[in-house]
Nanobody, 121 residues
Framework: VQLQASGGGLVQAGGSLRLSCAAS????????RGWFRQAPGKEREFVGA????????YYADSVKGRFTISRDNAKNTVYLQMNSLKPEDTAVYYC???????????????WGKGTLVTVSS
């Protein structure tokens, strides 16, 4: 079972990036999918989550209105569209899957390796 995040890179402030998280080894169509991030020297924090159907999403206040999560269950993939990026969005971004629609790390059972997003000012 593997979750693999991709799409990170270097972008200027105000720019956009789209991250993808592809799953393999099992289907996650019935799982909540979440995104978290960890900046240097800081704890991992919740970014947003999407319900198993994709019909419901919610976000941390810090990204609300700028980030959008979507999913394609046929492809076993979830996306994080990040717009109006700020230097404070610089972090390693992780995708996760779990059975609870929550914002806490322990609510997610599967984690992928992260992808680095760097936003320059």
């Amino acid at each position: 079972v593997q979750l693999q995040a991709s799409g990170g890179g270097l972008v200027q402030a105000g720019g956009s990036l789209r991250l993808s998280c592809a799953a393999s080894g099992r289907t996650f169509s019935s799982y909540v999918r979440g995104w978290f991030r960890q900046a240097p020297g800081k704890e991992r924090e919740f970014v947003g989550a999407i319900s198993w159907s994709g019909g419901s999403t919610y976000y941390a206040d810090s990204v609300k209105g700028r980030f959008t999560i979507s999913r394609d269950n046929a492809k076993n993939t979830v996306y994080l569209q990040m717009n109006s990026l700020k230097p404070e969005d610089t972090a390693v971004y992780y995708c996760a899957a779990g059975g609870l629609y929550g914002s806490r790390l322990y609510e997610y059972d599967y984690w992928g390796k992260g992808t680095l997003v760097t936003v320059s000012s």
